[in-house]
């Protein structure tokens, strides 16, 4: 049974920082695609960063230059750092994994808030 859980969510003021641990278990972490998604009060679900099995990243782009995505593969652990947070980066964060050749993500964890005052 693959379970992911978040930690590291809470309330800061904008401009400030906070990174997001995602721990992993139950699977051969280094075979699985990683993201980090949000989703926000009356809005959609957005993919915020992506990380393929060799470290790629992507980013969308209103967190580009500001998120950084990161894995740790002997220590089943996924990050996002986030720095210059903005009022708007107020969500839930959720981490998710999809085995590389699914399109669509199969693993999902239970979310933490992240509350950026202005």
């Known amino acids: 049974q693959v379970q992911l859980v978040e930690s590291g969510g809470g309330s800061v003021q904008a401009g400030g920082s906070l990174r997001l641990s995602c721990a992993a278990s139950g699977y051969t972490f280094s075979n699985y695609v990683l993201a980090w998604f949000r989703q926000a009060p009356g809005k959609g679900r957005e993919e915020v960063a992506t990380?393929?099995?060799?470290?790629?990243?992507t980013y969308a782009d209103s967190v580009k230059g500001r998120f950084t995505i990161s894995r740790d593969n002997a220590k089943y652990n996924l990050y996002l750092q986030m720095n210059s947070l903005k009022p708007e980066d107020t969500a839930m964060y959720y981490c998710?994994?999809?085995?590389?050749?699914?399109?669509?993500?199969?693993?999902w964890g239970q979310g933490t808030q992240v509350t950026v005052s202005s």
């Open positions: 990380i393929g099995r060799s470290g790629s990243a």
């Open positions: 998710a994994a999809r085995d590389f050749w699914r399109s669509g993500y199969n693993y």
